[in-house]
């Protein structure tokens, strides 16, 4: 398992960064007082984390900055008009989407039908005349033969 | 991750211009933080966030899992910082490092040599690296918070935080010495 002064780096930046717990910190803190490496590295810490803040502190963005960025924004990503914006808005709503896809479907399946010009009989009625078709005994002209025989 | 904020997401993911709005307003400091990370210039950083905005309110519906909405936010920054960093990096990478100092070096013709220094430093750190420091340093953000939005593990984040200190130390040592 790692000793604290395995991982000294960590520890010691999460000291800096008052991200220990109680225990944690005060098993650091008896390590370094140890260990000289580890408390020298702990100052060289201390340090460069003012230098940090200070150095960093200047390049912060301005107060300004969130307004400027949502105004680029808005610039960029015009609002939609009223009428846009509602169809949207509707769009968003799962009953709405489901009405859309149905009427697009049944849209489709009447175009099929003008277009290879086959009526809206149902399955079982067309069955049942596919069934007297082939029940039929004979074509026309054999049943005339046979009168004439008759 | 807090309800109030998932519904914010979960809400600009569905196109809510107001929640996504929101956003920008609460997020768009620690976007300029990573893209700052990367490109270490304000104005590119601005940009870089702007853009990156931009792209996201586009694309928002890529975003399935509303906790995910910070991650991918700032990865999306991230890319652009990168976009932005590649198409200026015609020259030598030492070159790029001294141009990325030298909004500050212009502030003042008199700026410490040790802000230079630690720039320097900074801008010799891995991307990552950099992005967590200044998260830490610009917003003083929490682990906690800055692990949501790079999408790290604390002990990850912890490992990071150290080797990147570390680094810095080791090459501002004789500077600190000086300082200590």
Redesign the interface.
């Known amino acids: 398992m790692a000793t604290i002064h395995d991982e000294i780096d960590s520890w010691l930046a999460a000291d800096i960064h008052g991200e220990l717990s109680e225990d944690e910190r005060s098993a650091l803190h008896a390590h370094i007082v140890d260990c000289a490496a580890c408390r020298k590295a702990h100052q060289e810490n201390k340090v460069m984390n003012k230098m940090l803040e200070e150095t960093l502190a200047q390049e912060k963005p301005d107060p300004a900055f969130e307004q400027r960025m949502l105004s680029g924004f808005r610039n960029r990503i015009p609002e939609r008009s009223g009428l846009v914006k509602l169809l949207v808005d509707l769009m968003r709503l799962r009953a709405v989407q489901i009405t859309a896809v149905t009427a697009i479907l049944v849209g489709l399946v009447q175009m099929g039908r003008m277009i290879t010009g086959e009526n809206a009989t149902p399955l079982r009625d067309r069955e049942r005349y596919a069934q007297v078709e082939v029940a039929a005994p004979q074509p026309p002209e054999s049943r005339r033969s046979s009168g004439r025989s008759g | 991750m807090d309800p109030n904020e998932r519904e914010q997401y979960r809400a600009a993911i ?2 809510e ?1 107001d929640a996504f ?1 929101m956003i ?2 609460t997020h ?2 620690a976007l ?1 933080a990573i893209a ?1 990370g990367i490109l270490q210039n ?1 104005e590119e950083a ?1 940009d870089a ?2 853009d990156a ?2 792209k996201a ?2 694309t928002r519906w890529r975003v399935h899992d509303p906790e995910k909405f910070p991650v991918w936010l700032a990865t999306i920054a991230r890319h652009r910082a990168h976009d932005i960093f590649r198409k200026r990096r015609t020259v030598p990478l030492s070159a790029t490092i001294d141009e990325a100092i030298e909004p ?1 070096s212009a ?1 003042g013709t008199d700026a410490p040599e ?2 230079q220094q ?2 320097s430093a900074l801008a010799a750190l891995p991307e990552l690296h950099r992005a967590a ?2 998260l ?3 917003e003083e953000m ?2 906690r918070s800055i692990e949501n939005i790079l999408g790290l593990s604390n002990g990850a984040l ?2 990071i ?6 680094s ?2 080791k090459q ?2 004789p500077a ?1 010495a000086s ?2």
């Open positions: 569905h196109g211009r709005e920008i307003r768009s400091r300029f700052y304000r601005e966030v702007q905005l931009v309110w586009k500050n502030a040790l802000d630690l720039h420091l200044t830490r340093y610009f929490d682990y912890r490992g935080l150290g080797r990147a200190l570390a810095m130390r501002l040592r600190l300082l200590d």
